[in-house]
């Protein structure tokens, strides 16, 4: 069983600051990948920055140098900071864990997501 709640979205003006968090909560579940995905009314959902069991990181074009991913394995949770925020940043944030389920065959979760604006 796999459980994942967002927190930290909310409204911001362009040019401030944002993190998000996502606790996961997992049972006989081996976590390789945890990302972060945006989606916008009318636009299809969009990878923005995953982290891999390897500690290489990936983000979009449009997030480089802006938004940073870290996660904390301890805790099975995963970090979103978003700095010099625009208002095309503005979307649903999802977060997306995937693994291995205690059989070995890949599995991936998802959050409910959590409501990012951005104002001009």
């Known amino acids: 069983q796999v459980t994942l709640v967002e927190s930290g979205g909310g409204l911001v003006q362009a040019g401030g600051s944002l993190r998000l968090s996502c606790a996961v909560s997992?049972?006989?579940?081996?976590?390789?990948?945890m990302g972060w995905y945006r989606q916008a009314p009318g636009e299809q959902r969009e990878l923005v920055a995953a982290?891999?069991?390897?500690?290489?990181?990936t983000y979009a074009d449009s997030v480089k140098g802006r938004f940073s991913i870290s996660r904390d394995n301890a805790k099975n949770t995963v970090y979103l900071q978003m700095n010099s925020l625009k208002p095309e940043d503005t979307a649903v944030y999802y977060c997306?864990?995937?693994?291995?389920?205690?059989?070995?065959?890949?599995?991936?979760?998802w959050g409910r997501g959590t409501q990012v604006t951005v104002s001009s």
């Open positions: 997992v049972s006989t579940f081996s976590i390789n990948t």
């Open positions: 997306n864990v995937g693994g291995l389920n205690e059989l070995g065959y890949p599995r991936d979760y």
């Open positions: 982290t891999h069991s390897g500690g290489s990181t």
